[in-house]
């Protein structure tokens, strides 16, 4: 019996495409990896020349960066960390849900309603998310002002619709478009009414895709910078903006920070880690037709 050998060209492909995917995932896992260890590094250990990979690791950078602590030589200062994520969940949380409930309701108008403008409607919403957020923070800044949303929660859950809203408003489109019209119109005859309708037939059959594209606006608005520190105050900062206050001119806070970039995305991780079976099925929805 003759095998037949594999040829050397695939063999060398496959050897690069793995070199490849390992230093991708290098490139993404080892800043990560860095930042982790700094967190648990004393001042001493973040400053020494050359870095220490073998240190005795130490709780006094999330010390500091909760309650505010003295130890190791940091100074005792109040930490408003807390309060940051404290704000953060309600911003980002307020904003997604906000979304959600809009943008589902505006993503079946904009598939399944024909009207005139229909089409320069949907992309004057998607405009919002290519304009860059410095383009408009004046004209807001100034209304939000004079209506009293500056430095709130709700000013700042509705500036977040801007970033949430045209990406669950043009993906869920998407989503609807792919079920067949026929599903409604035969519930219709059955005697549902078009709410029951959405509810009951179309809704579910959305859900993936629904919660992969939430689960995406959580965690733009989660990380937002600039309409956190623009448009609100020390009430209201999130947890990016508390997070450069550990920059100053006179020193920078590396352990601190490092720790505070670790408490800032482990929540996000952990989010996507509970739902991932539902964003994986929800991100290749409607990619397959029949």
Known sequence: MHFKRPGWGKTLGAIGMSLGLILVLAFIVLPLLWMLLMSFKSRTDVMAIPPKIVFTPTL??????FFGTQKAGYDAVPSDFPR??????IIAGGATLLSVITGTLAAYALARLHFKGRDFMAFSVLSFRFSPALSIILPVYAIYRRLGLYNTHIGLILIYQTISLPLIIWVVRSYIESIPVDLEQAALVDGYSWWGAFTRILLPLIAPGLAATSVLAFVFCWNNFTFGLLLGAAETHTLTVATSAFVSYEQVLWGVMAAAS?????????????VQRWLIRGLTFGAVKA
Request: proline letters at 4%.
């Open 60 to 65: 006094v950078n999330y010390q500091r960066l």
């Open 84 to 89: 940051a994520m404290v704000n953060t969940i």
């Open 262 to 274: 670790i408490v800032t995305i482990l929540p996000a991780m952990v989010f996507i880690f509970l």
